[in-house]
């Protein structure tokens, strides 16, 4: 499609392209922040489990156990 055009002319096509991207992208990621579903985005986006209120006390004590790792290797 971008045969016979010169460098410019395809350097603003894919501008535009990449432009077109980003408009889709960022009210799509609008749309998930306007959702009920907040945490799990969140949790999404950084890579870290929904929080589990439910099983704060258990988090706690396997941050604790993984402390204590490095300590019996050592």
């Known amino acids: ?3 016979g055009t010169s460098k410019d002319e395809r ?5 535009s392209m ?3 991207i980003l408009d889709k992208f960022s009210s799509r ?3 998930w922040l306007d ?7 969140v949790a999404i986006l950084s890579r870290a489990p929904a929080p589990d209120l439910s099983t704060d006390s258990d988090s706690e ?3 604790a156990s ?3 790792v490095p300590e019996k290797n050592t």
């Open 29 to 31: 990621l609008q749309q």
């Open 11 to 15: 350097l603003v096509f894919l501008g």
């Open 35 to 41: 959702s009920p579903d907040d945490v799990a985005l």
């Open 1 to 3: 499609a971008l045969a």
């Open 18 to 20: 990449c432009a077109d």
């Open 61 to 63: 004590e396997d941050s």
């Open 66 to 68: 993984e402390e204590e």
